[in-house]
């Protein structure tokens, strides 16, 4: 009694073409599926990457180079004697102890920062050999042998420097989006015929070939969760000062707003 036949159902219909262009520059948002997914991905990589580079940089160049100063400018110089030899993953680490107002410390050092000697893989080092150790006096836990190097670069500070690649691709993505957005807004919407369309992923690529509005004829390519045909029409959008940036439309990261 009180329904409507599917007759009486209005779908909305799609806006032309030029309804679509006379909205320039157009208001637009995120599109809650894709748009979302890739802004998460821009906050989870710019995250990772400031913190794993920015934990790498605060170690060696605050932390541990205060340490260096501090024993510059304050500290002093005991004997002290190597105790054993430990092998990690990739390294090999040399044990010492030193005593201060009769309290014993201890420390290692990763020995592939020295030379390694003509006979051997260790440089001119044996359990017991004495060694000199410069510490600081209010906190003998901050201390090191003398003429011993606090780190490699390539050992050390380098690897820790890989989740700078996770910031790099986080500022990339996020320029991406920024990309993406400005063609959201500005760009001219014609309409282009299908080349082919492959599978990939979930999705397929489609690639595409439109004319601008100078008759030039400009090739590209988008995703769509729909499969076209080749020869099949639809709209592609593009930036008038810069063909080449294009994409099916609408878009799959932003939408537009009504």
Not at 25 to 51: E, F, K, Q, S
Not at 129 to 142: H, M
Not at 208 to 222: A, I, K, P, R, W
Request: charged share 20%.
């Amino acid at each position: 009694m009180f329904g409507v036949s599917d007759d009486q159902i209005r779908v909305p219909e799609e806006p032309s073409i030029h309804e679509i262009n006379a909205r320039i520059p157009r208001r637009t948002r995120l599109n809650p599926d894709g748009g979302y997914t890739a802004l998460a991905g821009v906050v989870i990589l710019l995250g990772i990457g400031a913190i794993w580079f920015g934990g790498a940089y605060y170690y060696y160049f605050i932390y541990r180079a205060g340490h260096r100063q501090a024993l510059s400018r304050d500290g002093r110089v005991v004997p002290g004697k190597i105790t054993r030899f430990s092998s990690g993953r990739s390294a090999t680490y040399a044990h010492y102890a030193f005593r201060v107002d009769g309290v014993e410390y201890g420390d290692n050092i990763n020995l592939d920062y020295e030379p390694p000697s003509p006979g051997g893989d260790l440089p001119y080092l044996h359990v017991g050999d004495p060694i000199a150790v410069q510490y600081l006096p209010s906190n003998p836990l901050v201390n090191h042998p003398i003429g011993w190097a606090w780190w490699s670069w390539w050992n050390d500070v380098f690897p820790h420097y890989f989740g700078a690649l996770f910031f790099g691709g986080g500022i990339a993505m996020a320029g991406y989006l920024y990309r993406d957005r400005r063609l959201a807004r500005k760009g001219w919407v014609v309409e282009g015929k299908v080349t082919g369309c492959a599978p990939n992923r979930k999705v397929f690529t489609v690639y595409y070939e439109f004319l601008t509005q100078d008759n030039e004829s400009v090739e590209g390519s988008g995703t769509s969760s729909d499969e076209y045909r080749s020869g099949s029409m639809i709209r592609v959008i593009y930036l008038r000062n810069h063909p080449k940036r294009n994409d099916i439309y609408p878009m799959s990261l932003y939408e537009t707003v009504e």
